[in-house]
């Protein structure tokens, strides 16, 4: 007599397989940068002295801390236009919204 087993063993396999393909397309998805949110703004370079300190941009509505900062805009008070995109896979102890900075211009002022 062949078994092919029961209806209970057969059926727990469906989301099993129907979980591993959601996870594959999330990755995907994230590896793909669908999921970053895109940022463009102008604001004020300011430096937060906490913990040795951080650069931050200040906007009227939010405060940015870009992990990419050029080292040239690095000065309190410059005001800038920028592009960036979030980066929620990251963490700090630097106030703010992290941020990797996709363009920069200093604005004359």
Do not use: H
Not at 41 to 47: L, M, Q
Not at 72 to 87: D, I, W, Y
Not at 95 to 108: R, Y
Request: proline letters at 4%; a negative charge.
């Amino acid at each position: 007599m062949n078994r092919r087993g029961s209806a209970n063993e057969t059926s727990g396999r469906f989301p099993r397989v129907a979980l591993l393909i959601a996870l594959s397309v999330a990755v995907s998805v994230a590896a793909c940068g669908i999921l970053e949110a895109e940022i463009e703004d102008t604001g004020t370079i300011v430096f937060d002295d906490i913990e040795g300190g951080c650069w931050l941009i200040e906007t009227s509505t939010e405060r940015y801390f870009p992990v990419n900062l050029p080292a040239n805009l690095k000065a309190e008070g410059l005001q800038v236009e920028f592009g960036a995109v979030s980066r929620l896979d990251l963490a700090t102890f630097c106030p703010g919204l992290i941020i990797e900075i996709k363009w920069i211009v200093e604005l004359e002022g």
